[in-house]
């Protein structure tokens, strides 16, 4: 599950930017839509947000995490925003070639 939590960081980080960078006034959607999917396609329920993790550590719902297992989901998801945002800063410098005519 802690690879979900990299992925969820970094899906929900490349949302995020690639909003504020294309279409800002579109982040909100953007990042409900990105949660949404997390939610049902990831094993965790995409918690992706450390304050997510220490608040659902509290919890005894089907959401819930137990608090042993908060450090290190905490830990990937600050790898996965490393990560993400280490690779799409290097990605969007790089210049786009122009399509059409």
Do not use: H
């Amino acid at each position: 599950m802690r690879i979900a939590e990299f992925g969820g960081a970094l899906f929900l980080l490349a949302t995020t930017l690639g909003c504020v960078r294309r279409a800002p006034e579109k982040v909100g959607m953007g990042v409900g839509l990105c949660i949404t999917a997390g939610y049902w396609f990831t094993a965790s329920t995409s918690f992706a947000n450390p304050a997510v993790t220490i608040v659902r550590s509290f919890t005894d719902t089907f959401a819930g995490i137990a608090a042993s297992d908060a450090v290190p989901f905490i830990a990937m998801q600050i790898v996965g925003a490393f990560f993400t945002f280490s690779s799409l800063s290097f990605l969007m410098r790089l210049k786009r070639p122009k399509l059409g005519v």
